[in-house]
């Protein structure tokens, strides 16, 4: 089976290429490499027969009606977005434009060649903060919270749309907080590993007593392969990694499995709109797919560290000049130490 994958340089991507790959798909990967995406992520794969990679912009519609006629892909698996929240909150922009008007393009592509499946990687955070004991379902009320997850909840509306208007064969997941190798160290965890080791200071929003639900990615990718097998079109599947933890209480982990010192933690200022819980039911994937996310996050968080440990090059590459004004721009107003 032949996939084109936009955003395949990028960390989620880049894991599911990998994997989909060993499995014998043949992949063709979109990706306009920003700075969130990195051909390094993909050098297991490089050389391989059936894998080409394609530099461009998804929302550049000559170039993406002509891949899907050249290719001839039986699905899209559409990663391709900005997806840091907090990115999102300094400049918004990009956001708008890659993840609702790149999503349009790609759904017109899509139209037009008559593709078999469609499948939308999405975010538990279009669900917005949910009150325990509550599990968002995939019936709930889409209650998105920043530009980010906004920009998100857009996508999958339009989705929607193309599947209820044009019969489109897309399909929704919506997964919980992504961690594990080759993840860009703006996100938390792999930020806190890099302080930790790095003997830094740990910058914890708040209070630090904000839930997600960690899903370690190669669960994540199953869970796509086994969507695009099994899933329903039309349909959304939450994709939960059934770990939920307070953000102080996974970064009192870090320190504790990279021989790191709490009194590191430094409590900062919140992020503006900060969604308080994020908790997924993903009932409806199990029963439907069979699918069951398999590494815990005892497990899964020591075989992050250990890559982080061992790539020390890779780390350094991608902390380049715009990661640092990034950092500045991000942490600095809050007071941290670089
Ligand atoms: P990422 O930021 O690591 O990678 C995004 C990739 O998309 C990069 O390779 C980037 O170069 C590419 N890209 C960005 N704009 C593009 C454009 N206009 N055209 C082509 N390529 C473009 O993101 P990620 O964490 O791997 O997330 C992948 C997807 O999964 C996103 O859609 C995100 O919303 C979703 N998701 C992420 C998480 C998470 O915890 N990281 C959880 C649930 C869902
Ligand atoms: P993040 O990895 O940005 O994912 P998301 O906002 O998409 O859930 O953040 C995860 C949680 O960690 C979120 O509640 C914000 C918090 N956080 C911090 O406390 N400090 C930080 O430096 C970062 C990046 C995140």
């Known amino acids: 089976m032949k996939l084109l994958v936009t955003g395949g340089a990028g960390f989620i991507g880049s894991a599911f290429v990998r ?72 400049s918004p922009g990009a ?10 393009t790609l759904l017109e592509a899509a139209r037009k060649a008559r593709i078999e499946r469609f499948l939308h990687v999405s975010t538990d955070e279009v669900y917005g903060s949910v009150e325990p004991p509550h ?26 749309s193309y599947w209820v208007t044009y019969g489109l064969p897309a399909i929704v997941t919506r997964a919980s907080n992504n961690y594990g190798p080759y993840q860009f160290p703006e996100k938390l965890i792999p930020l806190m590993v890099l302080n930790a080791l790095e003997g830094k200071e740990l910058p914890v929003y708040g209070d630090g007593r904000q839930v997600r639900d960690w899903l370690y990615v190669e669960d994540h990718c199953r869970a796509l392969l086994a969507v695009l097998e099994r899933g329903r079109p039309g349909e959304v599947y939450n994709v939960g990694g ?8 996974v970064v009192r982990r870090v320190l504790a499995e990279t021989g790191g010192n ?10 503006p709109g900060h969604d308080r ?4 039911s993903s009932e409806k994937i199990f029963h439907e797919t069979g699918w069951r996310p398999e590494v815990s996050f005892s497990a899964g968080l020591p075989l992050t ?12 590459r991608v902390r380049t000049r715009e990661y640092q004004q990034y950092y500045e721009a991000n942490y600095g107003g809050r007071g941290l130490k670089r």
């Open 19 to 90: 994997m989909a790959c060993t499995r014998g798909f043949e992949i063709i990967n979109l990706d306009k490499l920003t700075y969130a995406g990195n051909l390094e992520n993909l050098e297991l794969v490089a050389g391989s027969p059936g894998y080409r990679f394609v530099r461009g912009d998804i929302c550049d519609a000559g170039l993406v009606e002509r891949l899907l006629a050249e290719e001839q892909p039986a699905a899209v698996v559409h990663f391709a977005a900005e997806s840091h929240v907090d990115r999102s909150i300094l």
């Open 95 to 104: 956001f708008i434009e890659t993840n609702v008007r790149g999503t349009f």
């Open 242 to 249: 059934n770990e939920s933890l307070e953000n102080i209480e």
């Open 305 to 316: 560290i250990d890559w982080y440990k061992r790539h020390p090059g890779w780390i350094e």
């Open 277 to 280: 819980r994020y908790s997924l």
């Open 262 to 271: 709490d009194a590191q933690i430094r409590h900062v200022t919140d992020r």
């Open 135 to 160: 599990e968002s379902t995939e019936d709930d009320a889409l209650r998105p919270n920043s530009p980010y997850s906004a920009s998100k909840a857009s996508s999958d509306l339009l989705v929607r």
